[in-house]
């Protein structure tokens, strides 16, 4: 039987995930994989020498150079999963098939970067995961696959996270067996929605948290960049806080205020005033002594 030959370029738990389904799928032969090239996942490294595959990273993977070594390996089709060098045409078009991506968020929307962390500052009830062909644009391709997850109140980055590395792999792999059984309708992103958007990078000084917005918008921020994200900020005389978890006061009164200003404290936590109504910070990191009065910012 002839095996259908993948080149793999990857990284992360996510990746890690997918490779395991696809290397114990008879049908499927990874012929190369392709890692970051800064990478330090030993795991991915550790996970191609166990089954003789061989490993591969190049500073510009759209070189002549890097090409004409993946052209060799006369590849069914490429896949993406995590890896972070944009695939130009002629580099996409080498694999009989093209080329797909993995991508944690509900295309045509969320684009780009960093999904997860503004799913949830968006206040999104729910999440998507595509496996699209990579095309001329940024996750612009078509659509091969799409799953759909909730979000709730319960939910925060890590949890997100969490999911998405089982969910990304499970549907990247469901997509590739649907390409390989030629039972792949693609869907032409513009025929959801003309437009879409894109999300930006998000950057060191993006984590500082502004408290005139409403109890809701910081709640949602505070949980969209949590731990193992590099955490809200706020700062007390100049000394800065680390806001790791925040949660919603049920019935809080609606007034006027200073937002920042910490008006009670419970059980350790902090109650802080926002541009409507209070909210409790029950986990942050600080050398600072914080008291009634005090103003955030």
Not at 58 to 80: P, T
Not at 273 to 282: A, F, G, H, L
Request: charged share 25%.
């Amino acid at each position: 039987m002839t095996r259908f030959k993948i080149g793999y370029f990857a990284d992360g738990p996510w990746a890690h995930n997918a490779f395991k389904l696809l290397i114990e799928d008879s049908s499927v032969e990874i012929s190369f994989v392709c890692v970051r090239y800064d990478s330090a996942d030993a795991t991915l490294a550790s996970l191609a020498a166990q089954h003789n595959i061989p490993l591969l990273k190049h500073q510009n993977i759209n070189s002549a150079e890097f090409r004409e070594v993946i052209a060799g390996f006369n590849c069914d089709l490429f896949v993406s999963m995590s890896f972070n060098q944009i695939f130009k045409e002629d580099t996409a078009n080498i694999a009989r098939l093209r080329t797909i991506n993995c991508h944690a968020g509900k295309l045509p929307f969320y684009r780009g970067r960093n999904i997860l962390n503004w799913a949830l500052i968006n206040d999104e009830k729910e999440y998507g995961i595509t496996v699209h062909y990579i095309d001329k644009g940024i996750d612009t391709g078509d659509i091969i696959l799409q799953r759909v997850y909730p979000v709730t109140d319960e939910d925060d980055y890590r949890t997100l996270l969490e999911r998405a590395y089982i969910d990304c792999a499970k549907v990247l792999y469901e997509a590739i067996q649907k390409i390989i059984n030629n039972k792949h309708n693609p869907i032409k992103q513009s025929s959801i929605h003309p437009i879409g958007f894109y999300c930006a990078q998000r950057k060191p000084g993006d984590e500082k948290l502004d408290w005139n917005q409403t109890s809701r918008d910081i709640f949602n921020f505070i949980r969209a960049i949590c731990d193992p994200g590099p955490m809200a900020r706020t700062c007390l005389n100049g000394e800065e806080i680390k806001i790791n978890k925040a949660r919603l006061i049920e019935n809080a009164p609606l007034y006027k205020g200073i937002p920042g200003q910490v008006v009670g404290k419970r059980d350790g936590n902090l109650i802080v005033k926002t541009i409507d109504t209070t909210i409790e910070v029950s986990e942050y990191h600080t050398n600072a002594r914080i008291k009634i009065g005090d103003r955030l910012n």
